[in-house]
């Protein structure tokens, strides 16, 4: 399978085993592609996750799939969690803090996007994504701060490219997205006094995603494909690669960028 990650990431990658040993990861989209694979790899390296979900069956199968991963990490599967409702996740933290007394770092993913052009984007389909995508990065990190003050911890952000210029029928997507952006670079000078960074992650075009899926019709894959600087798609194992850099001490001193992982093709205008 393309979007799931085996020992093999470990024992074949440049990280230490262990380095996140001891450590808790809470995800919002962990049962998505991008952010599941971000959790596998915190959990292939020794962290326990707690993964919210709005889908009950497909948060907890997440999780049980995602516990065969380690001997030793725990998956906690929190469902029925809509991240546009602040009081279902300071819930969820409050579960998570029972389960594992601690919150050392959060991925803030949860993305809800879908194709549509101006003229047929009602304001409730343009609030809904601004709603889970910016406002949901908010409500996370608001609920995780009173933790994340406790252990020194860490953000990212799952961000995109597409706002770095302007993709058509993305305009509500590409509006959120750079308001992550925006909320990241505010709160890593905000929040860095605490010992707290941020950082965002900017996937480009990565294989086997529904955003791919969506934005890149079959058979013009090809010619995608040329147009990326590097000449592949990404991987989630390269998005899961760039998460663990930035969770890990190697980027002690790494607070408030935002990393592009697409090939380089943001700098040629080719933005997914
Ligand atoms: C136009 C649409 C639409 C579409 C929904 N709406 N889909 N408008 N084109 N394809 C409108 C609805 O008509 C409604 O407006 C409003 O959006 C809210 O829709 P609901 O279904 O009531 O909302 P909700 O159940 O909260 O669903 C949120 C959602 C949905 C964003 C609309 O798509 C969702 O939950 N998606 C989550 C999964 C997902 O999309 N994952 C992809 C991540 S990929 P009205 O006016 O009728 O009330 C990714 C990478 C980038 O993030 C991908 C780029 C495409």
Redesign the pocket.
């Known amino acids: 399978m393309v979007n799931t990650l085996d020992s093999s990431f470990v024992e074949n990658g440049p990280w230490k085993p262990d380095i996140f040993k001891d450590k808790v990861v809470f995800v919002t ?1 962990g049962s ?3 952010c599941r694979v971000q959790t596998e790899a915190m959990v292939l390296l020794g962290a326990h996750a707690a993964i919210v979900g ?1 889908n009950e069956a497909k948060t907890i199968a997440a999780a049980k799939e995602m516990s065969q991963l380690s001997c030793s990490a725990s998956i906690l599967p929190l469902t029925k969690v ?1 991240v ?1 409702n602040f009081d279902q996740l300071q819930r969820a933290v409050e579960k998570t803090v029972e389960q594992f007394g601690k919150i050392d770092y959060v991925i803030a993913g ?7 052009d101006f003229s ?10 601004i ?3 910016l406002l949901g990065s908010f409500n996370t990190v608001k609920a995780c701060f009173p933790e994340l003050v406790k252990t020194k911890g860490s953000v990212v952000f ?1 961000s ?1 490219t ?1 706002h770095y210029s302007g993709v058509p ?2 305009s509500h ?1 590409g509006a959120a997205k750079a308001g992550v952006d925006a909320l990241s670079n505010a709160l890593a000078v905000e929040l860095g006094p605490l010992g707290i960074r941020c950082n965002c992650i900017a ?1 480009g075009p990565i294989e086997g ?4 899926k ?2 890149l019709p079959a058979g013009l894959e090809s010619r995608a494909i040329e147009q990326i600087p590097l000449q592949r798609l990404g991987t989630t194992r390269d998005i899961a690669d760039s998460t663990v850099y930035l969770f890990s001490p190697a980027s002690s001193f790494v607070n408030g960028t935002v990393t592009a992982v697409d090939g380089g093709a943001w700098h040629i205008g080719s933005t ?1």
Do not use: C, M, W, Y
């Open positions: 989209g998505g592609t991008i709005r809509d546009r949860a993305a809800g996007n879908f194709i549509a047929h984007l009602s304001p409730n389909a343009f609030k809904s994504v709603d889970i995508d799952v995109a597409l029928f993305q997507v996937p995603t529904e955003g791919i969506r934005l997914f």
